[in-house]
């Protein structure tokens, strides 16, 4: 299946506003089920657009809100004007205007970004699919069989604690110097606090990462609990406010999203000028 399918074969996704108008979203494309989800400025409307303006930073552009509201301009018009162009229709100091125009190809090109990772994610899916392959998402099971060496030892065990509590019980006694009763009393202390250990530590990592969907009845609103009962692993339950997180710190503490954007155009332009070169030599 080629892109091109892939992209046809997608559900329709929620609205951008929503997205536009979210201050959690404003700086960056979060990460979206299907490509039509990907909040691309060029399929902005104009109240989609100004909603954006008023979001981004705290309204760091909401200046240019009633120039937008009377030239009725869309996501379209405003990714492919040159910045002669921009700055006409912007009547406003050109270190403004510089940043505005930075900004929405800096989101722009996020989308762009957004969706070649997405695509080649659903083609991964795909390819996947089409091959048998399924992702392997179990848990390691509370038992397992053991090995061969393993279960050598263990018998090994059983059989020298059965014998020390039967046949040979009263020589275990004599070189203890202490009732067998003493010694099961003290010696099963350390076993079933393994077990108990093991098994309550086991049940305590699952629970963090599964089930990945809430499985009971009644689930409490904000929470991964049910009312009688009802569970979501911690980790998919908050895997949303984790993902942003991690990206805001990164877009906004790590790295300078429009240094990395310039930097690739540099590069792309300096490539380019070199074909030119060799084309003309």
Same mark, same amino acid.
């Given at each position: 299946?080629?892109?091109?399918?892939?992209?046809?074969?997608?559900?329709?996704?929620?609205?951008?506003?929503?997205?536009?108008?979210?201050?959690?979203?404003?700086?960056?494309?979060?990460?979206?089920?299907?490509?039509?989800?990907?909040?691309?400025?060029?399929?902005?409307?104009?109240?989609?657009?100004?909603?954006?303006?008023?979001?981004?930073?705290?309204?760091?552009?909401?200046?240019?809100?009633?120039?937008?509201?009377?030239?009725?301009?869309?996501?379209?018009?405003?990714?492919?004007?040159?910045?002669?162009?921009?700055?006409?229709?912007?009547?406003?100091?050109?270190?403004?205007?510089?940043?505005?125009?930075?900004?929405?190809?800096?989101?722009?090109?996020?989308?762009?970004?957004?969706?070649?990772?997405?695509?080649?994610?659903?083609?991964?899916?795909?390819?996947?699919?089409?091959?048998?392959?399924?992702?392997?998402?179990?848990?390691?099971?509370?038992?397992?069989?053991?090995?061969?060496?393993?279960?050598?030892?263990?018998?090994?065990?059983?059989?020298?604690?059965?014998?020390?509590?039967?046949?040979?019980?009263?020589?275990?006694?004599?070189?203890?110097?202490?009732?067998?009763?003493?010694?099961?009393?003290?010696?099963?202390?350390?076993?079933?606090?393994?077990?108990?250990?093991?098994?309550?530590?086991?049940?305590?990592?699952?629970?963090?990462?599964?089930?990945?969907?809430?499985?009971?009845?009644?689930?409490?609103?904000?929470?991964?609990?049910?009312?009688?009962?009802?569970?979501?692993?911690?980790?998919?339950?908050?895997?949303?406010?984790?993902?942003? /997180?991690?990206?805001?710190?990164?877009?906004?503490?790590?790295?300078?999203?429009?240094?990395?954007?310039?930097?690739?155009?540099?590069?792309?332009?300096?490539?380019?000028?070199?074909?030119?070169?060799? /084309?003309?030599?």
């Amino acid at each position: 299946m080629t892109p091109s399918n892939l992209e046809a074969a997608l559900p329709p996704a929620y609205p951008l506003h929503d997205k536009a108008s979210d201050p959690l979203l404003s700086n960056f494309s979060f990460m979206g089920d299907t490509l039509d989800s990907v909040n691309d400025p060029i399929k902005w409307s104009n109240s989609e657009l100004v909603s954006w303006l008023c979001a981004f930073e705290n309204g760091k552009h909401k200046m240019f809100v009633k120039t937008f509201e009377e030239s009725q301009l869309d996501g379209k018009d405003i990714c492919f004007l040159p910045y002669t162009s921009f700055c006409a229709i912007v009547p406003t100091t050109s270190t403004r205007t510089q940043e505005l125009y930075d900004d929405l190809r800096t989101v722009r090109k996020n989308a762009e970004v957004e969706k070649e990772i997405l695509l080649l994610y659903l083609k991964k899916q795909q390819e996947n699919t089409d091959g048998g392959e399924t992702l392997n998402r179990s848990f390691p099971a509370l038992l397992s069989v053991p090995s061969l060496n393993s279960s050598l030892f263990l018998g090994v065990f059983v059989l020298i604690v059965f014998f020390s509590l039967t046949s040979y019980r009263s020589e275990v006694e004599t070189f203890l110097d202490v009732e067998i009763g003493v010694v099961v009393k003290y010696g099963s202390i350390p076993l079933i606090s393994a077990i108990f250990t093991y098994v309550h530590i086991w049940l305590a990592l699952y629970m963090t990462f599964f089930p990945l969907e809430f499985i009971g009845c009644c689930q409490i609103k904000g929470t991964n609990v049910g009312f009688p009962l009802g569970w979501q692993g911690i980790i998919p339950f908050k895997a949303e406010k984790m993902a942003r /997180l991690a990206v805001r710190l990164m877009t906004e503490q790590l790295i300078d999203v429009k240094e990395e954007v310039g930097a690739c155009e540099a590069k792309r332009v300096e490539g380019r000028e070199a074909s030119k070169i060799r /084309l003309s030599s």
